[in-house]
């Protein structure tokens, strides 16, 4: 995987080929990034990473200039590869091994970008979870936006607070906002 820009623009990180992971493609996460460079300064956000996996997003964003970051993984060595390259490119990202879920049923703190990149066989029903698990419990900034990465086999246009989606191949990105108007 490669930093697309900032502060590491252009550098290849080699994730452990055990990890269980897909990460999201360089054609997707750059076009991604042109989206939110035009809503937001990125460097003012708060963003949360919801199975954060190799911390991909997490650490364009903060190649990028955002420091306030957390990323969620179930998984151990995804976490641990997180901390281990946040270290070394000296980024400020938070890493918290948990079950998103659980991690969304008890979060207190607002994000103005919270991205979810959820295995892309997760049921419909886990799917609908976490834009319900974030509206529910208040979990965006105002002006904020829930982004949920899935295949295009998946829809979650009919999912309350849905505003749009976003193709790239096989990835599509759902944007979800607290007043879709």
Do not use: W
Not at 34 to 50: F, G, K, M, T
Not at 150 to 165: M, P, R
Request: glycine residues 4%.
């Amino acid at each position: 995987m490669r930093i697309i820009s900032g502060k590491h623009k252009g550098r290849y990180l080699q994730a452990p080929k055990k990890l269980p992971v897909r990460p999201t493609t360089d054609m997707a996460k750059e076009a991604l990034f042109n989206i939110l460079n035009n809503l937001y300064y990125l460097e003012d956000l708060v963003v949360l990473d919801l199975f954060s996996g190799t911390g991909n997003i997490s650490f364009e964003f903060a190649s990028r200039g955002t420091t306030q970051l957390t990323a969620v993984d179930t998984n151990y060595s995804c976490v641990q590869y997180i901390d281990k390259i946040s270290k070394e490119l000296e980024f400020t990202i938070d890493t918290i091994k948990t079950d998103v879920f659980q991690y969304l049923e008890k979060a207190a703190k607002k994000s103005t970008v919270i991205f979810a990149d959820p295995p892309y066989d997760l049921s419909i029903e886990d799917f609908s979870k976490i834009p319900e698990l974030v509206f529910k419990n208040n979990l965006l900034l105002d002006n904020g936006v829930l982004i949920v990465e899935h295949s295009k086999h998946t829809d979650l246009s009919n999912l309350e607070h849905f505003t749009n989606q976003r193709k790239y191949g096989g990835s599509v990105f759902s944007f979800f906002e607290q007043n879709p108007d």
